[in-house]
């Protein structure tokens, strides 16, 4: 049977309002959540498939297995040698991704043909094939992918130092490629097969469907290929609390790059906390689009950075405020640091302007529709809307930032861009001080 | 019991649907192409002018006129412009590439007729500064010399040289003093040669409003004809530099290598097959380069290879970066690759699953109002009917055969004629 979960009233509802994503909810008897959004305008259709599991899972000593594991999903299941064979001859296309918080596979295809994603999802839900040949290719693959993305390139290595260094006990301290190499070369096949047996089930998954089809037709669907699947055990996930930091941290490290860049990074409530909105807009108002006030008074006038940003990491546990940027050649550190305090003392002190406040406001009601554009993309939110536990954000998030008042964002300001709530890194040029001597 | 062994039957997808844009024109006969489509209340602009990389004297000229346009014009500073363009919650995009140069813009319906007025500002009364350019110069340049310790990006820039020679507009190499040697007043110049209106071109896609064409009007049409210039923008002839180079970059883990050659470009009738040889050889996740050294071997995070088209020549190209240890194999592996290219005829399913596999991706590049422009834009340049062109390539896609390919790979990408260059640590 097929549990229906409160669908009908408030679906009907949304329909008039423009720009909203309708949708339908359910849950299979072994747990699988099922979301569908009907567009009628597109002869693609987007399935994403989410399961609840990401780098913060892993075991201390066992760092960049979620994410090694996403590349072995692709190495056959039990019933299809090859994923990515049957879904090309059906004129599919996929990818995923793991982060910190979830791993994310998705796919897009004609909607004719969208049986064959079901069968090929299912499928590997059900069974992997475990194949040692795929396991060794692909420790490669991800040792190159992680020499690529962070040893071999200047800066490269900045999130592998700075997690560690802003958290002490939460897992969010080491980065999804892994602490180090060592550990994905390390891994071994009872690892893989562990992990899959108990991660890699239905209620521990969320599917969403985008496209031109009814929630009606896809839960024949889902019932056919995913319905026959075992449950699997729910996981209770018990992480450590990040403790609350009492004093600034201070990292300085050289490295061969040509100049100078500083990190501060800050700790922030969780991904579903009263204050996420409201620090979300503050680092908008500091460093979003070219009238931000960091790249006018700090690149442009001031001439103290290259490049310098503020941003929030968006975690679903508690995450970061950060400012990065890159000195100009010949800025001292102090100099730098003293100009984004200054920064930081004078948002702290004043509320932000009416004019500035809409515009923020603006440029996020801008990016959510902008967004909403690509089926993927809609997807994805719903699927992440769901993991959150609020499937209807995907709808009132653009609200939820409407809200948000001036002195809202002074307090969150005050609250979390305070000294000792401060993890800062100085990430020195060795080349150019040898010169500069 | 479900038989999971058994795929699903497929099903052909829907026949692709390739709307044609309404055309009108400007009074100053700037063509405007529309695309009324899609359900989001969302418009994008796209102005595109003849005045790219390929007419530029030296480097960098082409990128910083397009750059600073939203840098400060007659009667906005560049923090007002930023403003007002924040404020509305606007994307604007300003690019530059061999050929041309594109400011485009994505904006709410509704704050549509506030933006405009901005807009005509950057694009025809833009106040080029020396203070205004030296901020920027001054931080790409940075950002320049950064990019110099990527193996990737040093590859890109000097294969480029390699393959257009250095005495063509295209194979220009940037370096980082010419960024000192930019000036305000040859930007200027820059932009009242090039960002006219006999040079410009505009595609506007979306669900659009119905005085989007008189608004249009209102702002651009009046822009009166640039000054003279010489229509043949460079004499030089393309011609490759040395077959082999080596850039050494001693603290590197891995190595950056390409390989490719000059080719053909979209006008040219085998462009087509071409273009599926290469989606077999390196175009696609399934790819024989992907399977033999991602899947096989191992040594790399990805390898791809493009067939690439400019108003003057094609390119060929393949790229990867490998770990510094195994480069020399990955590159013996590519030449074998090349060489089955060149040697065997592609079995009837590898080339069944590449025609379905393009198939389906050609209907999802028409996906939606902006993507069917893109596809428009692409084309719009070498004056093809860009429907037959799909049509074409829809059919060429369904009807291509081995024997075609074989012979189009043997005239196109012989092993022998490819040029090379690895940035990093070659190996032994």
Not at chain 1, 232 to 252: A, M, N
Not at chain 2, 15 to 22: E, G
Request: net charge neutral; charged share 25%; proline share 3%.
């Amino acid at each position: 049977m097929i549990f229906l979960q409160g669908i009908p009233l408030s679906a009907w509802v949304r329909i008039e309002c423009v720009g909203m994503i309708k949708y339908s909810r359910y849950i299979l008897d072994n747990g699988l959540k099922v979301i569908v959004h009907q567009d009628k305008s597109t002869p693609m259709v987007a399935v994403n498939i989410l399961y609840d599991v990401g780098a913060r899972d892993e075991h201390p000593d066992k760092t960049g297995f979620a994410h090694l594991f996403e590349h072995l999903m692709f190495g056959g299941s039990k019933n299809i040698p090859s994923y990515d064979y049957p879904l090309q001859l059906a004129g599919g296309e996929n990818n995923a991704f793991t982060n910190n918080d979830f791993t994310n596979y998705y796919l897009s295809i004609p909607v004719q043909n969208i049986e064959t994603a079901f069968w090929l999802e299912s499928d590997r839900m059900l069974d992997l094939a475990f194949s040692p040949k795929s396991l060794d290719v692909q420790r490669n693959v991800v040792i190159e992918e992680f020499k690529q993305r962070y040893l071999n390139q200047p800066y490269g290595d900045f999130w592998l130092l700075m997690r560690p260094h802003a958290y002490k006990k939460h897992p969010y301290r080491w980065s999804t490629i892994g602490k180090d190499i060592s550990h994905i070369a390390g891994a071994t096949m009872q690892d893989v097969k562990d992990f899959y047996e108990k991660y890699y089930n239905p209620c521990n998954a969320i599917l969403s469907v985008v496209g031109n089809i009814t929630g009606e037709e896809v839960l024949e669907l889902c019932h056919k290929w995913f319905s026959p699947i075992q449950k699997g055990t729910p996981i209770k996930r018990k992480l450590p609390k990040e403790p609350v930091q009492k004093e600034k941290r201070i990292l300085r490290v050289e490295r061969d790059v040509p100049f100078d860049m500083i990190c501060m990074a800050y700790h922030m409530g969780c991904r579903m906390d009263k204050d996420y909105y409201a620090t979300d807009l503050l680092s908008d108002v500091l460093s979003a689009g070219n009238s931000s006030r960091l790249y006018n008074r700090l690149v442009k006038e001031k001439q103290l950075f290259s490049d310098l940003d503020a941003y929030i990491t968006g975690d679903v546990d508690d995450g970061l405020f950060v400012f990065s940027g890159k000195l100009m050649q010949g800025v001292d550190m102090e100099m730098a640091e003293k100009a984004i305090q200054d920064e930081i003392s004078h948002i702290k002190q004043h509320k932000v302007p009416e004019k500035e406040h809409k515009k923020v406001l603006n440029y996020v009601r801008s990016t959510l529709e902008f967004s909403n554009i690509s089926i993927l993309n809609r997807a994805l939110r719903l699927a992440v809307s769901e993991l959150l536990g609020d499937i209807d954000m995907v709808n009132s998030e653009t609200q939820n930032y409407s809200k948000v008042t001036s002195s809202d964002i002074q307090q969150a300001a005050n609250k979390v861009l305070v000294d000792k709530n401060c993890s800062v890194m100085y990430y020195m040029a060795a080349g150019k001080r040898k010169k500069n001597r | 019991m479900i038989n999971r062994k058994q795929p699903p039957a497929l099903k052909t997808a829907h026949k692709l649907h390739i709307p044609n844009p309404a055309k009108e024109k400007l009074d100053n006969h700037i063509p405007v192409y529309l695309f009324d489509l899609g359900e989001t209340a969302i418009t994008k602009i796209d102005f595109i002018f003849e005045a790219g990389n390929l007419y530029q004297p030296a480097p960098l000229l082409a990128f910083y006129t397009n750059k600073m346009l939203t840098e400060g014009t007659l009667s906005y500073s560049s923090f007002e412009i930023a403003q007002k363009l924040d404020y509305y919650g606007v994307w604007l995009n300003k690019s530059v590439s061999k050929d041309h140069a594109v400011v485009s813009l994505s904006v709410l319906n509704k704050h549509l007729k506030y933006v405009l007025p901005v807009l005509n500002e950057i694009i025809n009364h833009p106040k080029f500064s020396d203070d205004e350019l030296k901020t920027h110069t001054r931080k790409d340049k940075q950002a320049f010399i950064d990019d110099g310790h990527k193996v990737n990006e040093v590859a890109g820039l000097h294969f480029n040289q390699q393959l257009f020679g250095k005495r063509h507009p295209y194979g220009f190499l940037t370096t980082a003093a010419d960024f000192d040697r930019q000036q305000a007043a040859k930007l200027q110049a820059f932009h009242q040669q090039r960002y006219t209106a006999e040079k410009c071109n505009v595609v506007v896609s979306g669900k659009l409003s119905k005085d989007i064409v008189s608004l249009l009007n209102y702002f651009f049409g009046y822009a009166q004809k640039g000054t003279q210039t010489n229509e043949n923008p460079t004499s030089s002839v393309i011609r490759s530099g040395r077959q082999k180079q080596y850039i050494e970059m001693s603290s590197a883990v891995q190595s950056a290598i390409r390989i490719g050659k000059l080719s053909i470009n979209k006008t040219h009738e085998d462009f087509m097959k071409l273009y599926i040889l290469n989606t077999i050889f390196g175009g696609y996740f399934g790819s024989r380069l992907m399977k033999n050294i991602r899947e096989d071997k191992g040594y790399t995070y990805g390898i791809y290879s493009m067939m690439m088209s400019f108003q003057q020549a094609g390119v060929f190209l393949i790229a990867s970066e490998v770990g510094a240890e195994v480069c020399n194999s990955a590159v013996d592996e590519i030449y074998k690759e090349l060489k089955i290219l060149n040697t065997e005829l592609i079995a009837q399913d590898e080339l069944d699953l590449v025609k379905k596999y393009l198939a389906g991706s050609v209907l999802r590049s028409f996906d939606g109002p902006y993507q069917v422009a893109d596809r428009f834009k692409s084309l719009l340049k070498y004056g093809i009917d860009y429907r037959k062109y799909y049509m074409d390539l829809m059919n060429t896609i369904d009807s291509v055969t081995s024997q075609e390919l074989l012979q189009t790979s043997q005239k196109y990408l012989q092993a022998s004629s490819m040029l090379e260059l690895i940035v990093g640590k070659a190996g032994k």
